[in-house]
């Protein structure tokens, strides 16, 4: 009688603990979703809101920075004369003086030296600073200009890359940017003005979009799609006025 006994009741105690440790197993995976949701809120929340609110605090910082650095830099007077361009006399057959191109010191890796605007955008008809070098602590700060590329205002290609969802997303709205639209770029020797020519979609390894061109060109760029680094979108746009607008294309 006790072995039967003993026979119907290992049984159902053994149900009972499968049960209890399936319970156990659901609640505890249900804690660790709820927070796993909590934690990938409050990343997003750090990614999309806090950064941006630091990086608008510390836009205002670095414009004041850029204002002082247009004051205090050296800016030079250089002889300049277009590629190609052939060489100007007066009506006596003796060559004419070049003309002169403004020219300024380089930057500072990390420095503030100029602000660009684009008045048909909201999040930049304010200005936002631009910065020397596009390392993650450069982007961060602001707009980045690519060092190994020509200042802008300067004949050649300006390159410059920014955010479009993090730490301020300067250039969150690119994909708005029609040819003809105005971009300016103030630095300590004036406000030089580009339009917008050309919007392509590139992928993250073609450089040639960063390499050299004739006349004097402004190139932006930044990830595409949004929230996503998969593919660039990149601003091509040329100088049409500003300071070494009409020296530069002669």
Known sequence: MSNLLTERTEPVASAAQRDGLLVRIIRISGWLSIWLGLFLLGFVAHQLVLTTFL????????????????????????????????ELTDPDD???PP???????????????????IPSLDRLKNGWTVVEGV?????????????????????????MSGHRTTFG?????????????IIEVETA???????????????????????PRDGAWLTLTTCHPKF?????????????????AAVISG
């Open 135 to 159: 390392s993650r602590s450069n982007l961060k700060n602001g707009v980045g200009h690519m060092p190994s590329t020509p200042l802008p205002g300067q004949p050649g290609n300006s390159v």
């Open 55 to 86: 990086a608008q605090q510390n836009n205002t910082v670095l414009q004041a920075e850029a204002e002082v650095y247009f004051a205090e830099v050296t800016v030079n007077e250089v002889p300049y004369a277009p590629p190609g361009a052939p």
């Open 228 to 244: 996503s680094a998969r593919q660039r979108l990149v601003i091509f746009a040329e100088l049409v006025g500003g300071p070494n």
């Open 99 to 117: 003309a002169v191109l403004l020219v300024e010191e380089p930057p500072q890796p990390g420095e503030a030296f100029a602000i660009i605007r």
């Open 169 to 181: 997303a300067p250039f969150h709205e690119f994909d708005e940017l029609q040819p003809g639209d």
């Open 94 to 96: 003796v060559p004419l």
């Open 189 to 211: 020797i004036g406000i030089h003005i580009y339009e917008v020519r050309e919007t392509i979609i590139v992928r993250p390894t073609e450089f040639w979009v960063t390499g």
